[in-house]
């Protein structure tokens, strides 16, 4: 695992010891961040189900405000600490040992313009994460929200799909919300993922 680009280019890092956590390959990585380049710089980012903190360090690494890592397990959360630091983006990280649940529930006022939901296969975790989101209104208005399932997986959920992409077993679906304001916005978006 490494950054694919920005500061930390090139940087690798640590992956959690064990079989319990799926790290996105670089591949996978390096084509979602081409699919939403233009929301990066600036955004404000949660990687809810952050495992080694990939998504969120190269968001960070290509001009990211802010990103909260949430992760319940105590070394996966170890390696995120240990990775954020190696990639010199600990400065613009906050990391919060809990469940997504819990995070999400207790967010306030926080509004995300970019959020990484890659939890483990199976859908339930993911529909119920997503469920939440949109039950606490964290994201932003023009935010989108980056899914990581199987291919297999099915979930529900209030959002609409603005572009999905298949990679081997892996699918990537792209969502924000439904009601903007403005239509333009809507279509320019659209245009750019």
């Given at each position: 695992m490494r950054v694919v680009s920005g500061s930390a280019r090139g940087c690798k890092?640590?992956?959690?010891?064990?079989?319990?956590?799926?790290?996105?390959?670089?591949?996978?990585k390096e084509n979602v961040f081409n699919l939403i380049q233009e929301h990066v710089r600036g955004a404000?980012?949660?990687?809810?189900?952050?495992?080694?903190g990939q998504l969120g360090i190269e968001a960070l690494s290509r001009g990211a405000r802010h990103c909260d890592f949430v992760e319940r397990d105590k070394a996966a959360y170890n390696i995120v600490c240990k990775?954020?630091?190696?990639?010199?983006?600990?400065?613009?990280a906050s990391l919060h040992r809990k469940e997504a649940a819990d995070f999400v529930s207790h967010a306030g006022k926080r509004r995300y313009s970019?959020?990484?939901?890659?939890p483990p296969y199976g859908?339930?975790?993911?529909?119920?994460?997503?469920?939440?989101?949109?039950?606490?209104d964290i994201l932003s208005t023009n935010g989108i929200i980056i899914c990581e399932s199987a291919v297999e997986?099915?979930?529900?959920?209030?959002?609409?799909?603005?572009r999905e992409r298949r990679y081997g077993?892996?699918?990537?679906?792209?969502?924000?919300?439904?009601?903007?304001?403005?239509?333009?916005?809507?279509?320019?978006?659209?245009?750019?993922?």
């Open positions: 890092l640590q992956p959690v010891p064990g079989m319990s956590t799926r790290p996105t390959t670089d591949r996978v404000e980012v949660l990687d809810l189900f952050a495992g080694t990775n954020t630091e190696t990639a010199r983006v600990a400065d613009r970019l959020i990484f939901l890659d859908g339930e975790i993911l529909e119920n994460a997503l469920l939440q989101i949109e039950t606490f997986d099915r979930f529900a959920h209030g959002f609409e799909v603005v077993a892996t699918l990537i679906t792209v969502l924000r919300n439904g009601e903007t304001d403005e239509k333009h916005e809507s279509s320019d978006l659209s245009g750019q993922l």
